[in-house]
């Protein structure tokens, strides 16, 4: 079974400052896609990043950027220049590819606060 | 933008009662899903839904939980005979695809359900 580790509960950053928030997964397959989901005070999920692993560039989006390690079953996501708005609980996910996969496992979250 | 609404935002029942937690998926898309958190845990899976049958499902997904797309648009999730540790935030998400084929899902703002 899938399972994966957020090993930091709480970060917190200076506004305008960078951070990364870490991320270990456990899996038996090649094929796969990892995600960061960011849950703000609102509670909905939003999709923050997508990273496939058969691809070796790290994905970024704009102040968002991920570091994948595909041998040491790594995905940190960094985030520059932290905004006020990026305050947060970020979830790491991980899917298996494949047409009949319905379901993300995901880690426990990391609760980042960013401080004036 | 388009997005996943789900009503109530929070409720709270009695232990024993019958409660049903409604979404209103994106109007396009054709995967539906339940997640649920416990607070302070991580995000789990419940139960995944396509062509009006469940195409995955979780062990936490037993006898006392169903599904069920009444009506083209809602989604809806149904717990017979709720017990305390049914307490927790349960999120609904559509996708057009499988998550497998690195599809964006997309989250509800989730019910907060309280078993008392």
């Known amino acids: 079974a899938q399972t994966v580790t957020q090993s930091q509960p709480e970060m917190s950053v200076q506004e305008a400052e960078t951070v990364t928030l870490s991320c270990t997964y456990d899996?038996?397959?090649?094929?796969?896609?990892l995600f960061w989901y960011k849950q703000p005070p609102s509670r909905q999920m939003i999709l923050v990043i997508r990273?496939?692993?058969?691809?070796?560039q790290n994905a970024t989006e704009n102040r968002f950027s991920v570091n994948f390690q595909k041998a040491a079953k790594s995905f940190s996501l960094k985030i520059s220049d932290s905004q006020l708005g990026d305050a947060a609980m970020y979830f790491c996910?991980?899917?298996?590819?494949?047409?009949?996969?319905?379901?993300?496992?995901f880690g426990k979250g990391t609760l980042l606060t960013v401080n004036p | 933008e388009p997005e996943v609404t789900q009503t109530p935002s929070h409720q709270v029942t009695q232990m024993g009662q019958e409660v049903i937690l409604r979404c209103v998926p994106i109007?396009?898309?054709?995967?539906f899903y339940w997640y649920r958190q416990i607070l302070g845990q991580k995000v789990e899976f419940l139960v995944s839904?396509?062509?009006?049958?469940?195409?995955?499902k979780s062990e936490i997904f037993d006898d006392q939980f169903s599904v069920e797309r009444p009506d083209g648009s809602n989604f809806t999730l149904k717990i017979r005979s709720t017990k305390l540790e049914d307490s927790a935030m349960y999120f609904c998400?559509?996708?057009?695809?499988?998550?497998?084929?690195?599809?964006?899902?997309?989250f509800g703002q989730g019910t907060r359900l309280t078993v008392v």
């Open positions: 998400a559509s996708s057009y695809r499988p998550w497998g084929l690195n599809t964006e899902a997309f």
């Open positions: 899996t038996s397959e090649s094929d796969y896609y």
């Open positions: 990273q496939e692993a058969y691809k070796q």
């Open positions: 996910a991980y899917c298996h590819s494949g047409g009949s996969n319905y379901k993300l496992t």
């Open positions: 109007s396009n898309h054709l995967y």
């Open positions: 839904f396509y062509n009006n049958e469940i195409s995955e």
